[in-house]
């Protein structure tokens, strides 16, 4: 029975079906379902739209902390006391060094991010200026805006600027929004990706799981992103910082139950490119390869504040898997580059924090 049921998720995602209510929480929690024949029927899918490719984002934490708002998982909110480096927005040079720098280590898309409630007209004119240097220097690669909320007219002014994808997380259910943020609601974050949708940008929207939701929440993000038809989907694991108002007591991760959900989300968005986004080390632990057989995507050198595998680790990592990366660039090249070192992601159970020379690597230290 049991293998009627994989080769119907295989079949329904590949026909463009919406699996059933049933199916999902079956997905989700019935652990008589094995992992690894789950994961291959996710991997069939997978494999349809992305081959063996996985595509890598480097972010841009191009403004950082003082956010009047409250999103208690976010060490950059107004009522976080996480110890982060605190800086203005970075000048376009900064922003374009590191544009140069994430492409030459294999990025396919550049990611900058921008801590704020929204985007303001001179956030806008700025952004501009840099996406119009940076598209006129790498025509052929991807870059994603992320700049709190977008009007109808800021869309349409990225998107003639050159901006390919515009990111902006739904981050959970709209039931169990006002759990996780209370200075702004789920149709807000929602308003922007209609917006970025009705310009024409790619749209970039996923979750972050672990913050006390239920298994329908995750059903509702997924199948809400999949009639969005989100082109880029990033699950996030929450990554405990330490003085966030989200405690890391809240998340109840494992590494097969994040797998699970990394296969509802490709059964449920089939062409998406699902990333397999912060807080991986974290909480899939010896586990962490296995996400590529669902997920065709992630994050090199880190998220925003907190610290992540080294690039040779992650690189490696996709190679032995036989996986290659959607780089002109070939893997074995940059991986003759980058020698092969520990890392350390968490001091006990809290995550570690980046150094400003890590958040603004083009700036030269006095
Ligand atoms: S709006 Fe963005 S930067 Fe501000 S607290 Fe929320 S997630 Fe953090």
């Known amino acids: 029975m049991d293998r009627f049921f994989y080769t119907e998720l295989v079949r329904q995602s590949l026909e463009g079906q919406e699996l059933d209510n049933a199916a999902c929480v079956r997905i989700l929690s019935d652990t008589s379902l094995e992992i690894l024949p789950l994961l291959d029927a996710a991997y069939q899918v997978r494999k349809t739209y992305f081959g063996q490719e996985v595509r890598v984002h480097i972010l841009n934490n191009a403004q950082n902390g003082s956010c009047p708002e409250d999103c208690h998982y976010c060490a950059q909110a107004k009522s976080s006391k996480a110890d982060i480096e605190e800086y203005g927005m970075k000048s376009d040079e900064e922003m374009l060094s590191e544009a140069r720098t994430a492409y030459a280590k294999g990025a396919s898309c550049y990611c900058m991010v921008f801590a704020g409630r929204q985007a303001s007209q001179s956030r806008i004119d700025r952004l501009k200026r840099v996406l119009a240097q940076i598209k006129s220097e790498f025509p ?52 922007t990706l209609l917006a970025a949708k009705s310009a024409g940008l790619k749209v970039c929207s996923g979750m972050i799981v672990g913050m006390g939701e239920e298994h329908t929440d995750i059903i509702d993000v997924a199948r809400r992103l999949r009639s969005l038809k989100a082109e880029s989907i990033p699950v996030n694991l929450l990554v405990p910082i330490e003085g966030n108002l989200l405690s890391p007591s809240e998340s109840n991760l494992s590494p097969d139950f994040i797998l699970r959900i990394l296969c509802l989300f490709r059964f449920l968005n089939p062409s998406a490119e699902i990333r397999v986004a912060a807080g991986r080390e974290l909480h899939l632990r010896s586990m962490e390869v296995m996400a590529l057989y669902p997920a065709n995507s992630l994050f090199l050198q880190g998220y925003l504040n907190a610290k992540g595998a080294t690039n040779a ?9 036989g996986f290659s990366i959607k780089s002109e660039i070939d893997l074995d090249d940059l991986l003759k580059e980058q020698p092969l070192q520990e890392d350390a992601v968490t001091d006990g159970s809290k995550a570690l924090l980046k150094s400003l020379k890590e958040l603004r690597p083009a700036i030269k230290s006095s």
């Not at 998107?159 to 902006?168: C, M, V």
């Not at 680790?313 to 032995?320: A, C, G, K, S, V």
């Open 313 to 321: 680790r992650t690189l490696r990592m996709i190679q032995d898997a």
């Open 140 to 191: 052929g690669k991807e870059i994603c805006v992320s700049t709190g909320f977008v009007s109808n007219d800021g869309a349409v002014q990225l998107k003639q600027a050159g901006l390919d994808r515009l990111n902006h997380n739904l981050n959970t259910s709209e039931a169990h929004y006002p759990q996780i943020c209370t200075t702004h609601t789920y149709a807000d974050r929602l308003n």
